[in-house]
């Protein structure tokens, strides 16, 4: 699995491709484009999640491998989809997409301009963990939705990740409870 989630950013491989051959194709089809990559993470995001909820459900391991197995896959999922935002606000124009509303804003733009990928992985980051600071706006339409997405797919995260540890340890609990009682006179 782990040499999988990687291959989930080449949607994005084949957008700079466009972008960089087609510029003005691009450029109107741009707000499409958007849309289309953030309906592709979705779906792929759910069926990830999905598979987590399956293999947790049907795999009877080691209680404590499967915690660790849970554990990465989320780490890697996480990681996988923050970068996804990340390439994708990049993709797109970071501040194109997002306008910073924090103190002095033209002096902290001009110093943020050529660092688009680390205002990019910032504002990922941000929405991921749905921490909203607000220093960043969305702009367009698109973009408002983007960072809704984000923020969703994020919060949904770490929900059914609590969810499954939950689930794993009574799992673990009850598999013992058996034999306890079995010995008792």
């Known amino acids: 699995m782990p040499f999988i989630m990687p291959l989930l950013l080449l949607p994005l491989a084949a957008g700079w ?3 960089s ?3 003005s194709q691009f450029a109107h089809h741009r707000e499409g ?4 990559f953030l309906i592709y993470i979705v779906v792929i995001r759910f069926t990830l999640l999905d598979l987590m909820l399956f293999y947790v459900s049907s795999h009877h391991s080691s209680i404590h491998l499967d915690l660790l197995h849970i554990v990465f896959l989320y780490l890697e999922i996480t990681i996988v989809t923050m970068l996804f935002f990340t390439l994708l606000y ?3 124009g970071v501040f194109s ?3 910073y509303n924090g103190p002095a804003a033209g002096e902290h733009m001009a110093l943020m301009q050529g660092h688009n990928l680390r205002v990019a ?3 990922s980051m941000e929405l991921f963990t749905t921490l909203g600071a607000g220093d960043w706006i969305p702009q367009t339409l698109n973009a408002m939705l983007a960072a ?3 923020a969703l797919l994020g919060f949904i995260q770490g929900g059914v990740f609590f969810a499954v540890l939950i689930y794993a340890h009574q799992g673990g609990k009850n598999a013992t409870l058996p034999t306890v009682i079995s010995r008792e006179p």
């Open 90 to 92: 990049d993709l797109f």
């Open 21 to 23: 051959t087609f510029p």
């Open 148 to 150: 809704g997405i984000e």
């Open 121 to 123: 992985f910032y504002i």
């Open 33 to 36: 484009i958007l849309l289309g």
């Open 97 to 99: 997409l997002f306008r």
């Open 17 to 19: 491709w466009w972008q």
